[in-house]
């Protein structure tokens, strides 16, 4: 039996839009849509906030994305999310299921992961397992290879690129009802072992 077509929508609300950093995990996340045949419409809200209700009635799931800036997600999506608060609670939502991606340099970011899945949560929207990642750039560079050519094996720890796959294998097993989630490599044996 053919699976019916999902329509993903991507909110970004990066400061830096179609052009910033969190644009290159939204092409991350296009690229596994796509294996899920899924269809897709990208909205980089500090380009364009027009047309909301139709664009939040159309998806039957999200992929909201932001930057960090000063510990929280950018102005483009605190306006949005301030203009759909009347939206609250109501079918535009209600049960929908919701990734979230966010990028930073450094530190602050899992702290607006967290704290935009729970107002996205309060909104209505539902939030699958190990649907959200933080992309910085001390683990891109942490990804790079030691002196001797070998990768880090601190990297095993990291969130990286490859893990998009899963935040958007997770996404649309929520948005088909399955529950067949899928989760990334953390490191069970000594996340207390030192670095410094
Ligand atoms: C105004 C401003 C504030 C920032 N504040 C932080 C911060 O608090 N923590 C951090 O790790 N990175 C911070 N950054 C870095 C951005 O989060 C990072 O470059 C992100 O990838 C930007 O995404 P974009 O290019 O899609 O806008 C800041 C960048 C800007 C421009």
Redesign the pocket.
Known sequence: MKTVKKNILII?G????AI????VLIESAQKYLGQHEANIDILHLEENQNDLKNKLSWADGFIFT??????SW?SPMQRFLETCTQYEASDLFLYKPASVMI???????KGVLSRLQGVLNTMGLAIPPMSGLVY??SSHLAFSLNKDQTPSDFSNDFWSLEDIEIVVHNLMTAVHHKHDFKCWPVDRKDPQRRWL
Do not use: I
């Open positions: 970004n990066s400061l830096g839009g910033g950093n969190t644009s932001s930057g960090t800036y000063w510990d950018g990028t930073m340099h450094s530190v602050g970011g910085s750039l």
